[in-house]
């Protein structure tokens, strides 16, 4: 499956996308702000493999187009944070040489817009650690809420840190998109 936007666009992971992954997934400066990063590939493969199979996870790899090229820049993923209530939960991780050019946000709102629409979602749910700003001008520029704050939730750099919870409605969504 494929979600295309202006400039990105999202292609639903396939064992070609495994390499990419790892590469991704290992990448201790695009998940600065995580308590921990795996780098066990066979780990991440085995956990993307059987992703690929479910019906409570979705996952995209993000990819734009230079001089002809298509090029791998990015995750973004939803997975289902409580089935009866209709809530997912959304995660993003894009390599650093392409942060802070927009593709992020126009990836995770495919993704809201595809979850809301064809999921029938009806809340999307995503946190972040407090010191993490790209995550939080990002679901902030989505108009996702700021619901509460973890207190010393996450133990980062050995120091206990907040989390931020946010949220977004589809009745929410539906204002987002006109606008």
């Not at 995209?60 to 089935?83: C, H, P």
């Not at 050019?101 to 817009?113: I, P, Q, R």
């Not at 207190?151 to 409605?169: A, G, R, T």
Request: charged share 25%; hydrophobic share 35%.
């Amino acid at each position: 499956m494929k979600l295309k936007g202006n400039r990105v666009t999202l292609s639903s992971v396939t064992k070609e996308d495994l390499d990419f992954l790892c590469e991704l997934e290992c990448n201790k400066d695009v998940w600065l702000y995580e308590e921990f990063v795996e780098n066990d590939h066979n780990v991440i493969k085995s956990k993307y493999l059987e992703q690929m199979n479910s019906n409570t996870h979705v996952d995209f790899i993000m990819t734009i187009e230079t001089d002809n090229e298509i090029k791998r820049i990015g995750l973004v993923q939803i997975w289902s944070y409580v089935a009866h209530r209709s809530s997912w939960e959304l995660g993003f991780g894009i390599l650093p040489e392409y942060q802070g050019h927009g593709y992020g946000y126009e990836a995770v709102k495919l993704l809201v817009d595809y979850v809301f629409k064809e999921l029938e979602a009806r809340k999307i749910v995503g946190m972040c650690n407090s010191l993490n700003h790209k995550s939080i001008n990002l679901m902030e520029k989505l108009k996702m809420t700021r619901e509460g704050i973890f207190k010393q939730e996450l133990k980062w750099n050995d120091e206990w840190h907040d989390q931020h919870f946010y949220s977004i409605l589809v009745s929410e969504w539906t204002n987002v998109i006109r606008n």
